[in-house]
C-alpha cells in the first residue's frame, strides 16, 4: 500500500494507525464549534484519534485547544458538532459517566484527602470492594514511585510529586482516554524534561490513549505521536513531529514550529525553482503545487544553511545548490548550538544555527564576517500559503 | 514551608514595622486585659455599702501596707456562692442552650445562602454582600424593636398569619424562647454568612470538575468536596454567633420572657438590681473563661488552615 506508507514516513515507531484507513478511530470529533459570547473557541473542528494514540493538541494560548479537551471531558458543551467515542455520541453523556479522565493543569488534588484518598477517589465512586480499591491504589502509586507517601497530604509533597498524584489519580480508573492539560507547566525544566520520557513509557507501557494540551513544542514534539496544531480555534496541521516540522502546510506552521528563514516569490516555469525571492532565483527539490508565476514562500530551517567563508560549494555549477553572500551581525551563544544572525548584501536577514561541535577555539567566526550561506535543494520548502 | 525555611532568624525589622505589630498588642492590653483584671479583682471581694460598692479597695495613699492588705481581703467566696445557688448554673446552661440551638439554625440558614450568593455571577456577588450587611445601617436597638412590633400580638406577623387562616388564635410570640431564636437568627446571620461566603468563594472550581471527572456526581461532591473543604468557614462562623449569643442581653431580654433568664441578664439583675458588684463581677469571669475554650478551638483550626496555605 504505498499510499499508506508515504504517510507513515514521519511516523515515530512502528506506529500509524491514522493511516490505515480500515481503522476505526476511537475519539471523532465531528464539525465541533464551541463560542462563548461574541469569541469562537473552537471552530468547526473535526479530527480522529487512534486507540493508543500520544495525540498532542499544540498551539498559542487561546487557539482552544483547552476548550477542545473540555469539550471531550465534558465540562464543555458544544453549540454544534458530535465527539464520539468507540462509535457512541458523548453529548448527553454528564462528565461524571464519561470513560475518560483528566488531568488538570493545577492538579486540582483535593487538599482535604490524603494522596491514598485522592487516588482512590474515582475508584471509590464505582463503589469497587474495599480491597479491591487499596490494591488498585496501591499499585497506581508504585507505578509513579509514591508508595511511600501514601499518608500525605497534598500539601506535605513537592510539586514534582503532586503532579505524580494527578496522574496516578487521573490513571487510576483505566480511562479509555486520558486528557492532559498543561501536565508540566509547573515543573522546573529539568525535571520536565524527565518526566516527558516517563510520560511517554508509561502510555506505551498501559498501553493508553493520551490527548496531551500543551503551548510547548518540544514536550509535544518528545511525547506525542502525531500533533494537532491549532490556531484560532482551528487545526493547521496534524502530523507526526517529524512531518510538522520537515513538511510544514503552511508559513504559519513552519513559522509556528521551530524557526525557519522565509523568502517570498513567485513559482518558477519549470516547477522546480521560485523566481524573484530576495536571494534571487531558487531551486527546489520537488515539484512545486502551484501555477508558474504564482506567488510561493520558500521556508528554509537555520540549521540547513550552512555557513562557509569561501563559495567552494562543488555543486554550484550543477546548479542543485543555492547560495548566498551574507554578512555575519550577531551571534547567540546557547552552549550547545549558536545562533547566528545575518544579512545577505541586498540587506536581507537570514538565521543559521550550527551545533558547537568544534572546540571553542576553532570556531573562526565574529561579527562583520563575510560568509557565504548556501543550502541543498532539498533543504528548500515550498509552501503555497 | 520546609525547615530551613523556619529555623532562618527572623529578619531585621524597622522601629515602625516593630510598632505596627505591636498596635494590636497594645489595643489588647488596654481593651481586654486590663478591664478583666479589674472584673477578676472585683470578683474576689466582697459587697459592701459604701462607693464603690465593695471592698477591699485599691489604697495608693497607703503604700506597700496597701497593697497587702488588699490581697489579704481577697477570697473565692463569691465563686463558692455560685456553686451553691442552682440560679447561676440554669442560667448558664440556659444561655449555651440558646446560643448552641441559635448557632445551628443560623447554620442551616446561613449555608445556603452564602453558597448561593458564590454561585451568581461577579457583579451580582458584590451587590450580595453589600445587602447582607445592609441591615448594620440600622441601629441594632432599633431592629430589636421592630421586632417587638411585628410579634406583638396584634403585630403584622399575626395578621398575617389570621389573614391567610393559617391560625385561629393569634399565636403568643412576645416573651417566649421562639422570640429570642427569631430575634438572634436574624441579628447574626451576617455574622454566619459572611464568614461562610470568604470561605466557600475561595473554593477551588477545578475540584468538583476533577470530582465529576472521578465519577462523582455534583450532589455528592458537594458533600465529598465542598463542605469538608467549607469547614473553616463553619467553624469561624458558628464561633462568631455562638460566642456573642451566649452573652447577649439585649435579645433576651426585650423578646424574652422573665422565664428565659439568659447569663447576660443575670449579670444585669447582679449589677443594677442588687448592687452585688462581686457577684456580678464573678459571673463574667466564668462566663469569659467558658467562652475561651471554643475560642482556642477556632486558634487551632485557623493555623491548621494557615499552615495549609
Not at chain 1, 567552494?312 to 553572500?325: F, H, I, M, W, Y
Not at chain 2, 469569659?288 to 477556632?298: E, H, N, R
Request: proline letters at 7%; one cysteine or more; hydrophobic letters at 50%.
Amino acid at each position: 500500500m504505498p499510499a499508506v506508507e508515504s504517510r507513515t514516513g514521519f511516523a515515530k515507531r512502528d506506529f500509524a494507525p491514522w493511516a490505515d484507513r480500515a481503522l476505526a478511530p476511537l475519539l471523532r470529533i465531528e464539525g465541533v464549534t464551541k463560542r462563548f459570547g461574541a469569541y469562537t473557541a473552537v471552530d468547526h473542528l473535526s479530527l480522529d484519534i487512534y486507540q493508543g494514540e500520544f495525540f498532542a493538541l499544540l498551539g498559542p494560548s487561546g487557539c482552544g485547544k483547552t476548550t477542545l479537551l473540555r469539550l471531550i471531558a465534558g465540562f464543555e458543551r458544544a453549540g454544534a458538532g458530535r465527539v464520539v467515542l468507540d462509535g457512541v455520541d458523548l453529548a448527553p453523556v454528564p462528565p461524571y459517566r464519561r470513560p475518560v479522565n483528566m488531568m488538570f493543569q493545577s492538579y486540582a488534588l483535593f487538599p482535604h484527602l490524603t494522596v491514598e484518598g485522592n487516588v482512590a477517589f474515582g475508584l471509590k465512586q464505582e463503589g469497587l470492594p474495599k480491597a479491591q480499591i487499596a490494591e488498585r491504589v496501591a499499585e497506581m502509586l508504585t507505578l509513579v514511585r509514591l508508595e511511600k507517601f501514601g499518608a500525605r497530604k497534598p500539601h506535605e509533597l513537592s510539586g514534582g510529586q503532586r503532579q505524580r498524584v494527578a496522574l496516578a489519580r487521573s490513571l487510576v480508573k483505566r480511562p479509555r482516554v486520558l486528557l492532559l492539560d498543561e501536565p508540566m507547566a509547573a515543573l522546573d525544566k529539568k525535571l520536565r524534561g524527565e518526566t516527558q520520557f516517563e510520560l511517554m513509557d508509561l502510555q506505551r507501557r498501559l498501553g493508553l490513549t493520551f490527548v496531551i494540551v500543551t503551548h510547548d513544542q518540544s514536550e509535544a514534539m518528545t511525547v506525542a505521536d502525531r500533533i494537532a496544531v491549532m490556531d484560532r480555534g482551528r487545526l493547521m496541521q496534524v502530523a507526526p513531529p517529524a512531518e510538522i516540522y520537515e513538511q510544514p502546510n503552511s508559513r504559519w506552521v513552519a513559522d509556528f514550529i521551530g524557526s525557519v528563514n522565509l523568502l517570498e516569490g513567485r513559482a518558477g516555469r519549470d516547477g522546480m525553482s521560485v523566481e524573484g525571492t530576495a536571494l534571487g532565483r531558487l531551486h527546489v527539490a520537488a515539484k512545486i503545487a502551484a501555477e508558474p508565476g504564482a506567488t510561493v514562500w520558500v521556508a528554509v530551517r537555520p540549521e540547513k544553511l550552512r555557513m562557509t567563508p569561501t563559495p567552494g560549494s562543488p555543486d554550484r555549477q550543477s546548479a542543485l545548490e543555492n547560495d548566498v553572500a551574507a554578512t555575519l551581525v550577531d551571534i547567540a551563544y546557547l552552549g550547545d548550538l549558536s545562533i547566528y544572525r545575518l544579512r545577505t548584501d541586498a540587506g536581507v536577514p537570514l538565521q543559521a544555527t550550527r551545533a558547537n561541535t568544534a572546540p571553542l577555539a576553532e570556531r573562526g567566526t565574529g561579527a562583520n564576517d563575510k560568509v557565504w550561506l548556501s543550502f541543498p535543494r532539498d533543504a528548500a520548502i515550498v509552501l503555497t500559503r | 514551608m520546609t525547615d530551613a525555611h523556619r529555623t532562618r532568624q527572623k529578619p531585621y525589622r524597622s522601629f515602625m514595622a516593630k510598632l505596627v505589630v505591636r498596635i494590636p498588642y497594645a489595643w489588647l492590653i488596654a481593651f481586654f486585659l486590663v478591664p478583666f483584671l479589674i472584673v477578676l479583682k472585683i470578683s474576689l471581694s466582697q459587697t459592701a455599702i459604701a462607693q464603690p460598692p465593695y471592698t477591699p479597695v485599691f489604697d495608693l495613699a497607703a503604700g506597700w501596707h496597701g497593697i497587702a492588705r488588699l490581697f489579704a481581703g481577697l477570697s473565692l467566696d463569691n465563686y463558692a456562692f455560685l456553686g451553691s445557688d442552682p440560679l447561676y448554673f440554669l442560667s448558664y446552661a440556659k444561655s449555651v442552650e440558646i446560643a448552641a440551638f441559635s448557632t445551628v439554625m443560623l447554620l442551616i440558614i446561613g449555608y445556603p445562602i452564602a453558597y448561593a450568593m458564590t454561585r451568581t455571577p461577579r457583579r451580582v456577588q458584590a451587590v450580595l454582600v453589600v445587602s447582607v450587611i445592609l441591615p448594620f445601617w440600622t441601629s441594632f436597638l432599633i431592629r430589636i424593636y421592630a421586632w417587638m412590633n411585628i410579634l406583638q400580638h396584634d403585630g403584622p406577623l399575626n395578621r398575617l398569619l389570621l389573614a391567610l387562616d393559617l391560625v385561629r388564635e393569634p399565636p403568643v410570640w412576645l416573651s417566649t424562647n421562639t422570640a429570642v431564636y427569631i430575634g438572634i437568627v436574624y441579628s447574626y446571620l451576617p455574622f454566619m454568612v459572611l464568614p461562610l461566603y470568604a470561605t466557600l468563594e475561595k473554593l477551588d472550581e477545578s475540584l468538583l470538575e476533577a470530582a465529576a471527572d472521578l465519577g462523582c456526581p455534583r450532589w455528592k461532591a458537594f458533600w465529598l468536596i465542598t463542605l469538608p473543604l467549607s469547614a473553616p468557614g463553619v467553624i469561624a462562623g458558628a464561633l462568631l454567633c455562638f460566642i456573642p449569643a451566649v452573652g447577649e442581653f439585649v435579645i433576651p431580654d426585650l423578646l424574652g420572657g422573665s422565664r428565659t433568664a439568659m447569663i447576660g441578664q443575670t449579670i444585669w439583675t447582679e449589677f443594677f438590681a442588687n448592687k452585688d458588684w462581686p457577684t456580678a463581677s464573678a459571673v463574667a469571669v466564668v462566663l469569659v473563661c467558658l467562652l475561651v475554650t471554643p475560642i482556642v478551638i477556632f486558634q487551632h483550626q485557623t493555623m491548621r488552615g494557615v499552615e495549609r496555605d
